[in-house]
Each structure stands twice: as C-alpha cells, then as structure tokens.
C-alpha cells in the first residue's frame, strides 16, 4: 500500500466524499450547481492545471471551504485526514465573525505565514471563480469580475513567495493568463 492508498482507496477519493456530504445542501451562486463542484474543480486545478501531485495539496483543495462554509471543524479534518491536511484548510478559513476589512488582513496575514501548499490552493480557487465568471448572470456580472480580479491579484501576490516550486509557477502563469483572456 503507498502513501496515496488507505484500506478503502486514494486519500482524495475519500476526501471527495467527506466534501459532497460536508457541501450537500448547498449550490453556487448561480443557484444551479451543487456547491461541490467548486471544490472539486479547484482539486483538479491543482492536479492538472498546475501540475501538483501532493496528496496533501489535493485533499486541502478538495476540504478548501470545508471549515468555513459547513459545520465541519479542524478536528474533524485532523481525525480524518491528518494534521497536514487540517493546517493547509484552516490557513485557507476566514474568520467570518469579523468585519470584512480585518477578516481580509487577517485572512492574507495567515495566507503569507502557511504553508506553500494553501498558497497554491488559494490560486486555484481564484482560478476557478475566474472560469465561473463566463457563466455568471449578466446582472452583476461586471462587480462580480472586479471583485474576482481583486482576489485573484491578492492571491498572485502571496504566490510570489512560493516561485521556487514548479507548481506555483505554473499556476502564477495561468491565473495571469485567465486574467488577460477575461480583460481583467
């Protein structure tokens, strides 16, 4: 058995199972699609987009919005998963009980100090709410892409610390990209 294999298969398969019943009353915000996709969308990012095979990276990617968006707590991600695991989703949690502005500060404060990993996830996850703006209603759409693009160059800026890791490079590239293609 590999490091990637437990008795009942790869890690992130259970970690796709643990997020679809974590997320399974929720939908994105085009009210159509089941909120999981989002997560596994950001998992496959990491793998396929930036070339990533960490196994740690892509269960956090899968868990990313775990803690934060379910009743789902660190030490339900750590029994699970291991401590790796629940450190990398818990750099990726915002504190939504404060206001936005120190949420944010604090949000990319405990971004900057974590591990290269959270870092590559939150690209991802930038990434993958970019590709989601084709799809947005028209109405909005406009705020929608700012706010995106904000968060995107936020999450450039911290990947910057991580260049020596090929997988950050590759995201950094891409994200830059999907911004240009968008006009962003």
């Known amino acids: 058995m590999n490091a990637q294999t437990s008795p009942r298969g790869p890690l992130w398969q259970k970690a796709i199972s643990f997020a679809a019943r974590a997320h399974r009353h929720q939908l994105r915000k085009d009210q159509g699609t089941p909120y999981v996709a989002h997560p596994?969308?950001?998992?496959?990012?990491?793998?396929?987009?930036?070339?990533?095979?960490?196994?740690?990276?892509?269960?956090?990617?899968?868990?990313?919005?775990?803690?934060?968006?379910?009743?789902?707590?660190?030490?339900?991600?750590?029994?699970?998963f291991g401590p790796d695991v629940a450190?990398?989703?818990?750099?990726?949690?915002?504190n939504m009980a404060r206001p936005e502005a120190a949420r944010e500060a604090e949000y990319d404060a405990a971004l900057a100090r974590a591990d290269w990993r959270a870092r590559l996830i939150k690209l991802a996850d930038v990434y993958d709410n970019l590709c989601d703006l084709e799809t947005s209603p028209e109405?909005?759409?406009?705020?929608?892409?700012?706010?995106?693009?904000?968060?995107?160059?936020?999450?450039?800026?911290l990947a910057a610390l991580d260049e020596a890791h090929e997988p950050t490079r590759r995201g950094i590239a891409e994200v830059r990209s999907l911004l240009a293609s968008l006009g962003l």
């Open 139 to 157: 109405a909005g759409r406009e705020t929608k892409a700012r706010k995106a693009s904000d968060k995107a160059r936020r999450a450039l800026t």
């Open 87 to 94: 450190a990398l989703v818990a750099a990726l949690t915002k």
């Open 40 to 80: 596994c969308r950001v998992m496959a990012t990491v793998a396929l987009v930036f070339g990533c095979s960490d196994e740690a990276a892509l269960v956090a990617a899968v868990l990313h919005d775990t803690i934060e968006d379910t009743t789902t707590d660190f030490d339900d991600l750590q029994k699970h």
